[in-house]
Nanobody
């Protein structure tokens, strides 16, 4: 059983910063892509940022580019989402997500992952940005 635990959410004023942390447990994450999604009240869950299993490639939603940074040191350390220049529209529950680098059929899973199809989810952490 894979477990993902997020922390670091909270209340911040517009223009401020927060750093979210995702800790994975239950199995080795050597071959897992990791990422962040969010869900605002009344809206569907949406992709925010992702990083490949080896940390060599990242991908961001347009809304996150230039303001958010996803990082991981290696497969056993936490995954971080540094969020700067926060806006009220960033208010949402942020979820950590993970997916093995290959699908069951042997095909790479990166594009499926960033399209919103992870295998594992955390419980979420609330981020509230006041204006």
């Amino acid at each position: 059983q894979v477990q993902l635990a997020e922390s670091g959410g909270g209340l911040v004023q517009a223009g401020g910063s927060l750093r979210l942390t995702c800790v994975a447990s239950g199995r080795s994450f050597t071959d897992y892509h990791m990422g962040w999604f969010r869900q605002a009240p009344g809206k569907e869950r949406e992709f925010v940022a992702a990083i490949t299993y080896n940390g060599e490639e990242t991908y961001y939603a347009d809304s996150a580019k230039g303001r958010f940074t996803i990082s991981r040191d290696n497969a056993v350390t936490p995954v971080y989402l540094q969020m700067d220049s926060l806006k009220p529209e960033d208010t949402a529950v942020y979820y950590c997500a993970a997916r093995r680098r290959y699908k069951a059929n042997g095909n790479p899973s990166w594009y499926a992952f960033i399209s919103g199809d992870p295998e594992d989810w955390g419980q979420g952490t609330q981020v509230t940005v006041s204006s």
